[in-house]
């Protein structure tokens, strides 16, 4: 079958959430917009499933509302290392804990809403320099974006594939049976991985474990960490595990003439951040206000200032990662001071800027750090 070649404003590549959440926007502002993705919805993916709550304001901007059938409040985080327990509760709005399958439907149907023409079981490729296909079918687009998310084909056709992935770390995720014992997201700290717990609905929690083995599966984790074992027994497991690798990258530009990434396919930040999912809704709004300038120039900028302190907050926490002795004494610090925590907390997700985290809580931290036994 032959078909005309598609015309539009945007041609989006990956319709996962980064994906979506830029034809959304761009569609606010009145942008003609095709999505592609080789997946068919709802799309899962390994992920901690915890949106934090600038990532819920930022899905409220896109026009999505949460309800109590899909998601689950969470007033916080909550670090436990051999028997410190640190937790800070956000000082404004909360968290939400949801599948990842129903949030991508929710986007999927806001995307459809909102009259973006969107393809599954689409892959796009590109036979040739400025030509691009989905599926067999021609598209003329003035924009190509690339929300295709870590291993980005589009960042490559663009002449941005540079810098490397650090920090390499395999995750597994797997759902349980169980009434959530917790309103706070719990990351467990063990000797060579970490399980981050999120409850995603009031009889359903999600397990991921990280580290840097990709044979370290949730069974394995769970050996050396009994008090969840003991919370799960005879609790049904409801999914099969699945993996996933994740890195620190960042990408040294995310624009090249009609190219621009969003989402992982612009750099990824570690998952114990909490902070995927709310990059890419905030890199969307910023993108699409250029594309509907017509002028990319101030995406990089937006990008840049979007990402700052996600990918401070992964180096912290991957140097927690690295030395147990560092873990034991910034638990420490907080689990004394638990206003210190709430406004470090406040200032990860925004709520708070690094200055009015101010130097005050800065002394407070490193005397902490100093002092706290090891
Ligand atoms: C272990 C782990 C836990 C995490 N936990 C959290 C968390 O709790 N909270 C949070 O906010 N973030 C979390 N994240 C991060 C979050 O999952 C990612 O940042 C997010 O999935 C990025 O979305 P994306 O749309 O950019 O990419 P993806 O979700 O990877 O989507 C890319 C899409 O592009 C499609 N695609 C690729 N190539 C093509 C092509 N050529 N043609 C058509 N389609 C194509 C794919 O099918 C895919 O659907 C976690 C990540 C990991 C690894």
Same mark, same amino acid.
């Given at each position: 079958? *032959?078909?005309?070649?598609?015309?539009?404003?945007?041609?989006?590549?990956?319709?996962?959430?980064?994906?979506?959440?830029?034809?959304?926007?761009?569609?606010?502002?009145?942008?003609?917009?095709?999505?592609?993705?080789?997946?068919?919805?709802?799309?899962?993916?390994?992920?901690?499933?915890?949106?934090?709550?600038?990532?819920?304001?930022?899905?409220?901007?896109?026009?999505?509302?949460?309800?109590?059938?899909?998601?689950?409040?969470?007033?916080?985080?909550?670090?436990?290392?051999?028997?410190?327990?640190?937790?800070?509760?956000?000082?404004?709005?909360?968290?939400?804990?949801?599948?990842?399958?129903?949030?991508?439907?929710?986007?999927?149907?806001?995307?459809?809403?909102?009259?973006?023409?969107?393809?599954?079981?689409?892959?796009?490729? *590109?036979?040739?320099?400025?030509?691009?296909?989905?599926?067999?079918?021609?598209?003329?687009?003035?924009?190509?974006?690339?929300?295709?998310?870590?291993?980005?084909?589009?960042?490559?056709?663009?002449?941005?594939?540079?810098?490397? #992935?650090?920090?390499?770390?395999?995750?597994?995720?797997?759902?349980?049976?169980?009434?959530?014992?917790?309103?706070?997201?719990?990351?467990?700290?063990?000797?060579?991985?970490?399980?981050?717990?999120?409850?995603? *609905?009031?009889?359903?929690?999600?397990?991921?474990?990280?580290?840097?083995?990709?044979?370290? !599966?949730?069974?394995?984790?769970?050996?050396?960490?009994?008090?969840?074992?003991? !919370?799960?027994?005879?609790?049904?497991?409801?999914?099969?595990?699945?993996?996933?690798?994740?890195?620190?990258?960042?990408?040294?530009?995310?624009?090249?003439?009609?190219?621009?990434?969003?989402?992982?396919?612009?750099?990824?930040?570690?998952?114990?951040?909490?902070?995927?999912?709310?990059?890419?809704?905030?890199?969307?709004?910023?993108?699409?206000?250029?594309?509907?300038?017509?002028?990319?120039?101030?995406?990089?900028?937006?990008?840049?200032?979007?990402? !700052?302190?996600?990918?401070?907050?992964?180096?912290?926490?991957?140097?927690?990662?690295?030395?147990?002795?560092?873990?034991?004494?910034?638990?420490?610090?907080? #689990?004394?001071?638990?206003?210190?925590?709430?406004?470090?907390?406040?200032?990860?997700?925004?709520?708070? *800027?690094?200055?009015?985290?101010?130097?005050?809580?800065?002394?407070?931290?490193?005397?902490?750090?100093?002092?706290?036994?090891?």
């Amino acid at each position: 079958m *032959s078909f005309e070649p598609l015309r539009t404003d945007v041609c989006i590549v990956g319709g996962g959430p980064a994906g979506l959440a830029t034809a959304i926007a761009a569609r606010q502002r009145g942008l003609q917009v095709v999505v592609a993705d080789f997946a068919q919805p709802p799309i899962d993916k390994t992920c901690g499933e915890g949106l934090m709550p600038n990532t819920v304001a930022a899905l409220q901007g896109l026009g999505v509302t949460l309800g109590s059938e899909q998601a689950i409040p969470f007033r916080g985080i909550r670090f436990i290392d051999a028997g410190i327990s640190a937790q800070g509760a956000f000082t404004r709005g909360h968290g939400l804990g949801i599948r990842r399958t129903t949030l991508h439907q929710v986007l999927v149907e806001r995307a459809a809403a909102a009259g973006v023409q969107l393809f599954w079981r689409t892959r796009v490729t *590109s036979p040739g320099p400025g030509e691009f296909l989905l599926g067999s079918r021609k598209i003329l687009s003035r924009w190509i974006i690339g929300a295709d998310g870590r291993n980005s084909q589009v960042r490559k056709w663009a002449g941005l594939d540079r810098g490397h #992935a650090r920090h390499i770390r395999f995750a597994f995720r797997q759902h349980f049976r169980a009434t959530p014992w917790s309103d706070f997201v719990e990351v467990h700290w063990g000797r060579d991985c970490q399980i981050v717990i999120t409850p995603v *609905s009031p009889a359903e929690v999600c397990l991921v474990v990280t580290s840097r083995s990709p044979q370290f !599966r949730l069974k394995e984790a769970l050996a050396g960490f009994p008090e969840i074992s003991r !919370r799960l027994e005879g609790c049904a497991a409801l999914t099969k595990d699945l993996g996933a690798v994740s890195g620190l990258r960042v990408i040294p530009s995310v624009c090249q003439g009609p190219f621009a990434l969003v989402g992982d396919a612009s750099g990824s930040v570690d998952p114990l951040t909490g902070e995927g999912l709310g990059l890419a809704f905030e890199q969307a709004g910023a993108l699409a206000e250029a594309l509907a300038n017509q002028d990319l120039s101030s995406y990089p900028a937006a990008h840049r200032r979007i990402r !700052r302190l996600p990918v401070l907050m992964s180096r912290l926490l991957l140097a927690m990662e690295k030395h147990a002795w560092l873990r034991r004494r910034v638990l420490k610090t907080l #689990a004394s001071q638990p206003p210190l925590f709430a406004q470090l907390l406040a200032t990860h997700v925004g709520a708070f *800027s690094p200055r009015d985290f101010g130097i005050g809580n800065i002394l407070k931290l490193g005397w902490g750090l100093l002092a706290s036994p090891s």
